[in-house]
Structure formats: C-alpha cells, structure tokens
C-alpha cells in the first residue's frame, strides 16, 4: 500500500509526470476494469486519464488532496463515459477468465465468478470506488476517507452498503457465499 | 435496525476489514462477501506493461510540447477561412469544479463534457470582402472526439465534413470530391481550419479560464490566454457572452491584438445522444473521386504487395486476426501484406470472403464501400461493429479494436452470418 505523502508528494507529482505514471497506472487500470468490464480497454483508457492529467495536473492547487484523488476522479468521469458511449455495461469475458485464473477458490464455478464480478460492476459509483480502494488497492480507511474527499464514518458506512448490496445480489443470483 | 446500530456494524466491519476484530456473525459474511468480489480486481499489471504503455503514450505528449514551442506566424493564414469544426481539440474532459464565476457559468451553460452540441455559426471575414460569409451547422460530440459540420455559401453547399475514430472525411461537392485522412494535418488547410470555434473556446475555459472578464451593458466579454492549435498555430480568443445565458454569441480570433477572424454564434443547443447518429451520416453520390491523405497531407500511395505464409503470418505482433483454416464454409486461399506509403494492412482471402487487419489506413477497397453506403452500428460483445452494404451488394462489417481493426467483406452472407462469425475470430498465432 502506497503514503499517499503530502504536499510535497504533491508538487513532484505535479512536475514529474513519468513518476506520476509509474506510481499509478496500475491501480487506475485495477479500477477500470472493474469499472467498465475489459482489463484491455481498462489500459486504453488509463493511459487517457494520465494525458489529461499531464495537461491538467501541473495547473492543480493544493488543497490537501493528493494528485491521486483527482486521479481517480477522472477516471470514473471516463469510465461513466465510455459506459454511457456503449450504451450498456458489458461484463467481460476476460475479468472472469482473470478471476478463474487468480480466484483463491479453486472449486468455485464460472456462474459464480460471473455473478461475483457481475454484482460488483452493479455497485453505484461511489460504493464501487471506495470497495476498490479498501480491497482492492488496500489504502486504510482514513486514506479511503482522503481519496473520495468523504468522513472515515461515511466511507465505513459506504462500504457496508456495498457488502449488502453484493450478498443480496448473489443471493438472488443463487450463489451462497458461506462465511 | 436504528442509524446508531448501523454505524456499530458498519465500523465493526471496518474493523474486520482492518484486521483489528474477529469476524463474526454477519460481519464474517459479509467480509467474505466483499473479499470473494473484489478478487477478479485484484490483478498485477507488470512493470514491463506500465513501462511500455508509457513509451506509448509519451509521443502524444512530446507533441503537444513541440506544439508549443513553435512560433505563431501562420496565424493570419490559417485563419483565412475559419470554417468548419472539430478535431483532436475537441475530445477533452471537464475536470474543472464548477464555480460561482463567470467562466464557470459559462461552461455550465455549454453543458458537461457529455452533452451533445448542436451550433450554428455565421462566418464573416474581420476585413469587410476578404472572403464571401457563410453559415455552418455543427454537430458535436466531445466525448467521442465526434464531430460533423455542413457549411453554407450563398444558399449552397460548400463542404461537408465528419471527424470520427480518429480519421476524418472532408466532402467538397462543388469539386465531387472526398478526401480521407487520419488527422488534420493531412488537409491543405491544417487544423485551424478544421477546429470548432466553440469547441475551441470550452476547451480554454475548462483548461485556463480567463485572463479578463468585462461586463459592458447586457454582455459579457472574456479575454481567454494564448491557445495553441494542433498544427502549432497560436491565438488569443476575445469572446462576448450573453449576460443572462452565458452562452457565446461572437468569437473573434486575434493574433497581437488584432481581429483576424469573427464568427457570429447564432445558436447553441443541446441534442439527446439518441439524435446524433442520424446526424454523423456523411454520403457522398456514386462516382465521387475518393482521395485518401496520409498525416503529412500527401496522397495515399500502394508500395506493394507480399505475400504472406501461415507460418510467417503467426509471428506477426500483434498478431492477426483470422477465423482459422476455413471460415463460412471456405478454406483460406492467401493472406497478403499490403504496403503503403501512410502504413500496411493484410488481407486474408477465404474465397469470396475478404478479412482486413488494419490500423494506420484504411484500405482503399473498404473505404470505398464505406463512403457510399450508410453504415448501421450494431453492439458486438463489448464493442461496436460498423455494417453497411456496398454498391456492389456484399454486405461489410468494421470492428474497430486495440493491435487492428478488423473488417469483412462477403458477397454472399448475410449479417447474421457475418455477426456468428466475428465471433469466431481469433489470434493467428
């Protein structure tokens, strides 16, 4: 898990757009995917949110947010975009494959992966980001709190949103998910 | 279940979350709920692939510096004209949060990034009888980087123009003409040319607001910095805004302060998204000569053809497309590798069926069935396949795809067929 860092990371980041790159890409590309259901176009578009940001960035105050923040922001601006330019979510073959590739579950089916990254990609926008941040990428909640410019309580709350969202989901998918 | 033992559950969740509880109970559920979801997103992406997407992308980049750079002489030029509309400069987001000023209210009153503008203009010489004015109806789409724009001379025709995927096409029908290329800068005119003034204008709003804003009577008039086109020519935007709309009525270019160009803003509307593939549709009569520009604006010229074998073929990178040794019922007869002077592209024949693998051009063969017909988008797994028939009555698909777009043209198919079988396509390795 990466220090978000402070104003100083801030203005580096701001100056140094291939570190910027380095440091990010990766985890704009794990939210895309997730987002808008193709690891392939997630890389597409990721590169695009790094160009607006080499255009935009350098002009970015200070307000006590890292540049990640705008980042992300960005990034689901796009992603709603590009869902709303196709017109309907697509779930990708390619994320479940990663899933039966990676799962941790050997025995668990397709129907259940499917359905897994089905509910997730059905989470609104702001459940979906703060369950990436916490699970996905691992930030704390008080980074979660900083990146989504919400309360740790709020995101907290957000999160068992979410967690119950995705269980009535699966449940009415018929997937039981034991404890 | 009250707030207060929402908020209990919701921070023993955290807390499991966190390593720092037990889980038990519903909590234990529900974590593992959340952890069994999140998995197909948890994925390394390797050093190597972040290092080669940011070899890819610093060209577009380094562009933009050496854009900057250059000097801003050719303004007086390229202004010459100032019609039509949109190119590169148009697919841009907003990222700007919305103030309480009057560039902000500005943008608001263009809309969001995603709506979808409908504009006319009236194009009128800064120098009284420099060149005839003309109106032009423009069609924008910044989201999709599309645009289309009919511009008017006298009540006639003078030029059609649709920029989409990157490549734009410019109809001239006083010459029976369409010319083809990828970017601006393979039209005589260059960009200025070919850049909408108002996508121009939201552009430097969004970007760097405004140096000077003056209210006089019921306008407003924003003095926007110094811009820098696609081909590197430089200008300063006078705009004047309705003080009630905040919409732009008058857009005047200046170069040292002074007016070289002045486009009149008679309309600004806002069309559903539903509306504008009937407006995207550029046709141009049977018989129309065709010329395809590479980027530096010179014609497209074939170089040659090579014929390729299986064996050859499986090493390309990225690797072709194909639909195995017998596709709709037909065997493989060739693939060939066909050269240009803007780029390749292979075809691979499967008797009457012919498979394009493409990228940088478009083959000449293809974009002449494409100009004629109108093309129906039609949703293919997560993508959008372009169909139209061709004069000659086969029926075409485009599919445009990360490595190459793909197209197929079959005389004796049906769409449903050829929809079955892009699904079967796969990597030639």
């Not at chain 2, 999140?38 to 070899?55: G, K, M, S």
């Not at chain 2, 590197?232 to 905040?246: G, L, P, S």
Request: with cysteine; glycine share 6%.
């Amino acid at each position: 898990m990466a220090d978000l860092g402070g104003e100083q990371r801030f203005r580096r980041e701001q100056r140094d757009f291939d570190g910027l790159f380095r440091a990010h890409y990766p985890e704009i590309v794990r939210y895309l995917s997730v987002r808008i259901g193709s690891r392939e176009e997630a890389s597409d578009l990721a590169s695009e949110v790094f160009l607006e940001a080499f255009r935009r960035v350098p002009g970015l105050r200070w307000r006590g947010r890292p540049v990640l923040a705008w980042l992300y922001r960005v990034a689901a601006n796009m992603a709603a975009d590009s869902l709303r330019k196709r017109g309907r979510e697509v779930l990708s073959p390619e994320l479940v494959e990663s899933a039966a590739a990676e799962a941790r579950d050997p025995a668990a089916t397709l129907p259940e992966r499917e359905a897994l990254a089905r509910a997730l990609a059905s989470l609104p926008d702001d459940h979906q980001l703060v369950v990436h941040l916490r699970l996905v990428e691992g930030y704390s909640f008080a980074d979660v709190a900083r990146l989504t410019g919400r309360s740790v309580g709020s995101c907290q709350m957000l999160m068992l949103r979410s967690a119950r969202r995705l269980r009535a989901q699966l449940e009415q998918a018929g997937v039981r998910v034991p404890a | 279940m009250s707030r207060r033992e929402e908020q209990a559950l919701a921070t023993r969740l955290a807390r499991a979350l966190d390593g720092r509880e037990e889980p038990a109970g519903d909590v234990a559920a529900l974590v593992t709920v959340l952890e069994r979801a999140t998995e197909p997103a948890r994925f390394a992406v390797a050093d190597e692939d972040v290092e080669r997407e940011l070899v890819r992308v610093r060209p577009r980049l380094d562009r933009g510096r050496t854009a900057a750079r250059r000097p801003a002489s050719r303004l007086a030029v390229a202004f010459g004209a100032v019609a039509a509309a949109a190119i590169a400069v148009v697919v841009f987001t907003f990222v700007r949060l919305p103030g309480t000023d009057i560039e902000a209210k500005a943008l608001s009153a263009l809309g969001g990034a995603s709506s979808i503008l409908e504009i006319r203009e009236r194009i009128e010489p800064a120098v009284a009888g420099a060149f005839p004015s003309s109106t032009r109806t423009v069609w924008l789409d910044s989201v999709q980087g599309v645009a289309h724009w009919i511009q008017l001379s006298e009540g006639e025709q003078v030029e059609e123009v649709v920029v989409e995927s990157g490549r734009m096409k410019r109809y001239l029908p006083g010459q029976h003409l369409l010319i083809v290329g990828s970017s601006c800068r393979a039209f005589a005119s260059g960009c200025a040319e070919l850049v909408d003034p108002v996508a121009f204008y939201r552009q430097a709003l969004a970007g760097h607001g405004t140096i000077e804003a003056k209210r006089e009577g019921n306008v407003y008039r924003l003095t926007l910095p110094l811009q820098t086109l696609p081909d590197a020519v430089r200008i300063e935007q006078r705009v004047t805004i309705d003080a009630e709309t905040f919409l732009p009525t008058l857009i005047e270019w200046r170069e040292n302060g002074r007016t070289v160009s002045r486009i009149a803003i008679e309309s600004v509307g806002r069309i559903p998204r539903s509306e504008l593939f009937d407006q995207l549709d550029l046709r141009v009569p049977l018989g129309t000569t065709i010329e395809q520009r590479t980027n530096s604006g010179k014609s497209l010229q074939k170089l040659g053809e090579t014929r390729l074998s299986l064996r050859r073929a499986r090493t390309l990178d990225p690797p072709l497309l194909w639909g195995g040794p017998e596709f709709l019922y037909r065997r493989l007869t060739s693939i060939d590798r066909i050269d240009w002077n803007a780029g390749s592209a292979y075809r691979l024949r499967y008797g009457s069926i012919t498979l394009w693998n493409f990228n940088s051009v478009v083959p000449p063969q293809l974009l002449a069935a494409r100009v004629s017909a109108p093309a129906k988008p039609v949703p293919i797994g997560n993508n959008v396949g372009h169909f139209y028939q061709t004069p000659s009555g086969a029926v075409a698909v485009e599919l445009d795809r990360r490595g190459h777009s793909i197209a197929i043209m079959a005389s004796a198919s049906t769409k449903v067929d050829i929809v079955a079988a892009l699904g079967r396509l796969r990597p030639l390795q």
